[in-house]
């Protein structure tokens, strides 16, 4: 491990430019000498002369300051051996930037004592640099993101100040989270899920790999599971009833369509396009459904209704769409898109899934839960969240990531905050509208990333060389926070009890399982003991069988309440110092 000190000292600004206007004569002398004795002009002492007049015009300017800078860099080791060859690499990896590296040969005391967390110089080793060259030698580029109101997300790794942030505050409230599996991007959305929900905010949540089901029966919200053969069933062709003023019900729920069928077949033709635009219309006024609002509440159509006015029609390229949605009448994909809504959202803690459906139907799939969860949202405007896990699906066709960005756009006029979620860089980053989506949302949080997906973020975030070594070697749950124009390194900070709500780590779910079956086990001995049938004689033993179950039951109680009190304290402690240091 290494331990790194830098010391920065302003200078003077007057006795520089002195100093540099000196030692400009003297270039410029040696220059006019050697041209005077036409001998070549040594190439070094024009660069050098020309870096000195830049320098000396930016300092007069005052875009430049001028320092003494101190770097120094304790390296850690259990054995000498080890000692050696760590010192040797960071020479080594310090020579490959063209910087010179000095053991502190006979002062090492002075210089342990330098890299110390106490503000110390003791060898006071300089070197001359500019405003510009001293930025450089800032490895992370840190910022505060402490509001007095809002989500705490974690604590800023670089200064320790709480990460406090209310995204409704931005210019828009959407969020993007990119970060590889494992990484802990579904834990920190579980953990803004919860404290937003304690806020007031309502949640909606697209979840494909039934991986907040735990959570929405934590908190007694609605959990909405599709499949083909049972559960909830949604409409395609419902009619929402929330247009505004100036606005046609039904030419917005036929271009929705139009967006839904093309997911469904993978594209249409031009004249595709025309003869399902005609047979939508068509299928709409059989049910006695017109661009009329007085009769736009009449029962909606269904997809068997459309299926059978395709296969009324002349064309042969009607005939052929009738044929592609058969699939999902009487098909594999039958029993999802076919049948009436059976259910309404009016939990402010809502999740979707569609885990149970076959791979294929998902990407259609969360497209119309999208439509559907769109046209509430217009209905009422409210503070809520949108949370899209593994956004990637919908990335794979173009219909359904045009919809996506059409959200993400129009967001901020419903009071709605997008938070698109995914472990797949690629698909973003390779997508037009993925890389409109990120433009469009204010926050970004970037967690532990693969080195294949590093060189485009890098790019595309602007990240420093210390901030992709950061992202491709942090630990669980730290990461990037992009909050508009600042950002700051972040490690994400739950209290027991939210833990114990929102962790999927298999190892601690195995734990937790034990522990519950310890004490079921422990409580069914307490009963056989205190209370046994009537039919049964009280157990007893001559060894003291029954003093030891009471005393493991307790005891074992008395142990988790204590730990569970401990990391209270601990906690509370800890954000109370830190609050502390703030001030």
């Not at 905010?201 to 609605?222: F, H, M, N, Q, W």
Request: glycine share 6%.
């Amino acid at each position: 491990s290494l331990r790194i000190s830098t010391f920065y000292y302003p200078v003077d600004s007057k006795a520089i430019l002195e100093k540099l206007k000196r030692k400009i004569g003297e270039m410029e002398a040696t220059i006019y000498g050697q041209m005077e004795e036409r001998k070549v002009v040594d190439p070094s002492v024009k660069v050098a002369l020309s870096d000195a007049q830049q320098l000396q015009d930016s300092i007069a300017e005052g875009t430049e300051k001028f320092f003494h800078f101190t770097m120094y860099i304790t390296i850690y080791a259990p054995t000498k051996d080890l000692l050696e060859k760590y010192s040797r690499n960071v020479i080594s990896s310090l020579a490959a930037i063209n910087v010179t590296a000095k053991p502190a040969t006979l002062q090492q005391e002075p210089g342990f004592i330098s890299t110390q967390p106490v503000g110390l110089d003791k060898l006071y080793i300089t070197r001359n640099m500019d405003t510009t060259s001293l930025a450089t030698t800032f490895p992370f580029v840190t910022s505060e993101l402490t509001m007095d109101h809002g989500i705490m997300y974690g604590i800023n790794m670089h200064n320790k100040s709480l990460v406090i942030f209310d995204r409704f505050e931005l210019e828009n409230a959407n969020a993007v989270v990119f970060a590889k599996s494992g990484a802990g991007k579904s834990y920190l959305v579980k953990l803004e899920a919860i404290r937003s929900l304690m806020l007031g905010t309502d949640v909606i949540i697209i979840d494909p790999e039934r991986e907040y089901e735990d959570l929405s029966k934590a908190v007694e919200g609605s959990y909405i599971s599709f499949s083909q053969d049972k559960g909830n069933k949604m409409n395609p062709f419902e009619l929402s009833g929330v247009a505004d003023d100036d606005e046609d019900e039904l030419r917005i729920k036929l271009l929705s369509l139009q967006g839904f069928f093309k997911v469904m077949f993978d594209g249409l033709t031009s004249i595709e396009t025309s003869i399902l635009d005609r047979a939508l219309i068509l299928t709409y006024r059989e049910k006695g459904i017109t661009f009329d609002p007085s009769t736009q509440k009449n029962t909606p159509p269904l997809l068997e209704d459309l299926y059978k006015v395709l296969k009324g029609m002349a064309e042969d390229d009607a005939h052929d769409l009738a044929r592609r949605m058969e699939k999902y009448i009487i098909g594999s994909g039958a029993g999802v898109f076919n049948e009436a809504t059976n259910f309404e959202v009016t939990n402010p803690f809502t999740v979707f899934s569609v885990r149970d459906l076959q791979e294929e139907l998902k990407p259609l799939s969360m497209y119309l839960m999208l439509d559907f969860i769109w046209t509430i949202v217009r209905k009422k405007k409210k503070r809520r969240l949108l949370l899209v896990d593994e956004a990637w699906y919908m990335m794979q066709r173009e219909d359904s990531a045009r919809f996506m960005y059409s959200i993400a756009k129009r967001a901020r006029k419903y009071y709605l905050g997008l938070t698109t979620i995914t472990q797949d860089v690629a698909d973003f980053m390779n997508n037009d509208m993925g890389r409109a989506i990120i433009s469009n949302s204010s926050i970004q949080i970037l967690m532990k990333q693969s080195p294949s997906a590093l060189e485009k973020l890098q790019q595309v975030f602007n990240l420093s060389d210390g901030e992709r070594n950061f992202l491709l070697n942090c630990d669980k749950g730290q990461g990037l926070f992009f909050a508009g124009a600042n950002h700051v390194g972040i490690q994400v900070l739950s209290s027991v009890s939210e833990n114990e709500l929102i962790t999927s780590d298999p190892r601690e779910l195995e734990r937790r399982k034990q522990v519950e079956g310890e004490d079921t086990r422990s409580i069914q001995e307490l009963s056989a003991i205190f209370d046994p049938p009537a039919t049964q004689q009280p157990v007893t033993t001559t060894n003291g069988r029954n003093e030891e179950i009471i005393e493991r039951a307790v005891g074992r109680r008395k142990e988790d309440i204590n730990t569970i009190q401990e990391e209270r304290d601990r906690y509370q402690k800890e954000l109370e110092r830190m609050l502390k240091e703030q001030e």
